[in-house]
């Protein structure tokens, strides 16, 4: 049987949402995916018990709380209740040595939830501004598991005015844009791992890649705890 990896989304009145790629990238690489709704704190430790890997995605900020400053006047919607839920996620995932993906926002709030922190507002850090629909370099650390895929460069579609500031535990960056931004992340665990750009969004080898990657060690969860 396929593995099943649940994804966080994004919450507004009256409805959850995601944008399908993510969905379809789990797919195709292998895998069934399951959106994850906010249960309540009691219920996150169930809902793990039925999945096998968590997939962390895009959004709203991380409201800066969570790693202890006051928001940036830059700083734009946040949504606490994904904040605490995504946090509570990642401590019963680590719990059980489960498989973590982060992309864009969910690279952050897996940095903050290791105890890292953010820069709340790239351009006035980096004097840039990655848009969306707009490409730029990547430059890969050589030796690291994105350079196998990668090569030393690759072109991302990263969309996001924050970024990883002071790392969290346990985590090594493997790859940065020309302005010094964190833009890939492995980490000490080798099942966990996020980059800032969206490869959902993507048709290429390197995309399709991370998710193959991701899902094989959700298929060997699954082995293992079957």
Known sequence: MKPVVGLSCSFEENRYFLKHQYADAVFAAGAIPVILPYVPEEEIAPTLDRLDGLLLTGGDDVSPACYGEEPHPRTEATTPRRDRFELLALEEAFGRSMPVFGICRGLQILNV???????????????????????HPVLV???SDLYGLSGPQYHSNSFHHQALNRLGRGITPIAYSHEGIVEAISHERENVFG???HPERSDDTVSHGLFRRFVTFAEAYRRGNG
């Open 195 to 197: 980059v800032q750009w």
């Open 113 to 135: 939830y290791l105890g890292g922190s953010l820069f709340q507002d790239i351009p006035e850090t980096f004097g840039a501004h990655h848009e969306d629909g707009v490409f």
């Open 141 to 143: 650390e050589k030796g």
